[in-house]
């Protein structure tokens, strides 16, 4: 059964502290990937990986940085926390593109982060 | 740039009522188009995809097809379960393995 995997359900934290989220999947996938959920606005990309040590911006990645040392993690650093980031986020996995053929994303279960 | 609206909810049905969700999109080359599901707590999953013009996707008794002249992917189900309670996605691809999202729509199933 395929997996992606999140550190955390809940985690709450303070305005300003450095905030580590961590992601793993079990696919062997080439694409990671970090988005935010928030209510009315869907899913944003904050960052995308297609490789290790590989990265691209998203639509938000103000405030965000992301990195990938091995192929099956993936991890969302908030350098500062604010509370306009608290929010709900979810990590997705895919195979990499394959002519005009686009994989499904496997999601984990989020991460509900609350910045007080 | 390219994009997808749904209609907003929630949309809230009894058991066994006939389901229409919308979804447009705009789209400056030919995408992908999927649907996907959130049941609550989890995280989303795949519900069904068409690639091309006038394709169907199936999965679980819903169905979608991919209607290029109205630029439209709706999600349909003939008769809707408590369990179909959740949040479903409609999202777009174009030539990248990248997907655009819509806000999502929340469906309440009531017995």
Known sequence: DVKVTQSSRYLVKRTGEKVFLECVQDMDHENMFWYRQDPGLGLRLIYFSYDVKMKEKGDIPEGYSVSREKKERFSLILESASTNQTSMYLCASSKIQQGRRVYEQYFGPGTRLTVT | ????????????????????????????????????????????????KATKADDKGSNKGFEATYRKETTSFHLEKGS???SDSAVYFCALSVNTDKLIFGTGTRLQVFP
């Open chain 2, 1 to 48: 740039g390219d994009s997808v609206t749904q209609m907003e909810g929630p949309v809230t049905l009894s058991e066994e009522a006939f389901l229409t969700i919308n979804c447009t999109y705009t789209a400056t080359g030919y995408p992908s188009l999927f649907w996907y599901v959130q049941y609550p707590g989890e995280g989303l999953q795949l519900l069904l």
């Open chain 2, 80 to 82: 809707v379960q408590v």
